[in-house]
């Protein structure tokens, strides 16, 4: 199994580089693909950069051209629901877009059964088990994605529409893409804003400390998988 860690920041990508150790980067569509392993994993990781459309194109190179078998997105995000803190690392139970028409995806290629992508079963029984003993907290819920910094404008709206955990701006295109190409996929995110502490301050502020968080809840996964 070879595993692609999909991160949209430089920061968020960082404490997965360090533990791979020795990797080997590669440049394709101004991308840096890096190759190594992860604990007993095979792995390859990106840094996609801000947005779905960065996300879709480094998550299908992932597939095309790294041939990894999983795609884990992981990083931080913005926390939705009251009952979210910081440093709350929330994994996907199902996905969508809060700024797109579910009729798009359902009346439309690739034709879904309702508006809302599935993590892999594998991947989230993993997920759930590492819980089970994780040091950190951990939340499995709805993530939704959109191309925007949700503060306080559209909060309520999204809140409303589709009772979020957490929002950012990568993940549902992520899974967007390894829906059609039929892979496997995860999202770990960890809280560094709420609506109680919002603003790019906070996201800045805790961005570090999340991500390598992030990080070592997804490993905890990969060594439950490889055990």
């Given at each position: 199994?070879?595993?692609?860690?999909?991160?949209?920041?430089?920061?968020?990508?960082?404490?997965?580089?360090?533990?791979?150790?020795?990797?080997?980067?590669?440049?394709?569509?101004?991308l840096?693909?890096?190759?190594?392993?992860?604990?007993?994993?095979?792995?390859a990781?990106?840094?996609?950069?801000?947005?779905?459309?960065?996300?879709?194109?480094?998550?299908?190179?992932?597939?095309?051209?790294?041939?990894?078998?999983?795609?884990?997105?992981?990083?931080?995000?913005?926390?939705?629901?009251?009952?979210?803190?910081?440093?709350?690392?929330?994994i996907?139970?199902?996905?969508?877009?809060?700024?797109?028409?579910?009729?798009?995806?359902?009346?439309?290629?690739?034709?879904?059964?309702?508006?809302?992508?599935?993590?892999?079963?594998?991947l989230?029984?993993?997920?759930?088990?590492?819980?089970?003993?994780?040091?950190?907290?951990?939340?499995?819920?709805?993530?939704?994605?959109?191309?925007?910094?949700?503060?306080?404008?559209?909060?309520?709206?999204?809140?409303?529409?589709?009772?979020?955990?957490c929002v950012?701006?990568?993940?549902?295109?992520?899974?967007?893409?390894?829906?059609?190409?039929?892979i496997?996929?995860l999202?770990?995110?960890?809280?560094?804003?709420?609506?109680?502490?919002?603003?790019?301050?906070?996201?800045?502020?805790?961005?570090?400390?999340?991500?390598?968080?992030?990080?070592?809840?997804?490993?905890?996964?990969?060594?439950?998988?490889?055990?």
């Amino acid at each position: 199994m070879k595993v692609g860690i999909l991160c949209a920041l430089e920061q968020e990508l960082a404490p997965f580089l360090e533990r791979m150790g020795e990797s080997r980067a590669t440049e394709k569509a101004m991308l840096r693909f890096f190759t190594g392993n992860i604990g007993q994993a095979a792995a390859a990781a990106v840094c996609c950069g801000v947005g779905k459309v960065n996300a879709a194109v480094a998550a299908q190179l992932l597939i095309d051209f790294c041939g990894v078998d999983i795609i884990i997105n992981a990083g931080t995000s913005g926390g939705m629901d009251e009952s979210v803190r910081l440093f709350d690392t929330v994994i996907s139970a199902r996905i969508t877009y809060h700024d797109i028409e579910d009729g798009i995806l359902i009346e439309n290629h690739p034709y879904m059964k309702s508006a809302y992508f599935e993590p892999g079963r594998g991947l989230l029984e993993a997920a759930r088990r590492y819980s089970e003993g994780s040091p950190f907290p951990i939340r499995f819920g709805t993530m939704v994605t959109g191309d925007q910094f949700i503060a306080d404008e559209g909060r309520e709206r999204i809140n409303r529409a589709f009772a979020p955990l957490c929002v950012d701006m990568e993940t549902g295109a992520a899974a967007h893409v390894c829906y059609v190409n039929r892979i496997p996929f995860l999202a770990v995110r960890t809280v560094t804003d709420t609506a109680e502490h919002a603003g790019i301050e906070n996201f800045e502020k805790n961005g570090e400390t999340a991500s390598e968080r992030a990080a070592e809840i997804v490993s905890g996964i990969l060594r439950l998988m490889a055990g």
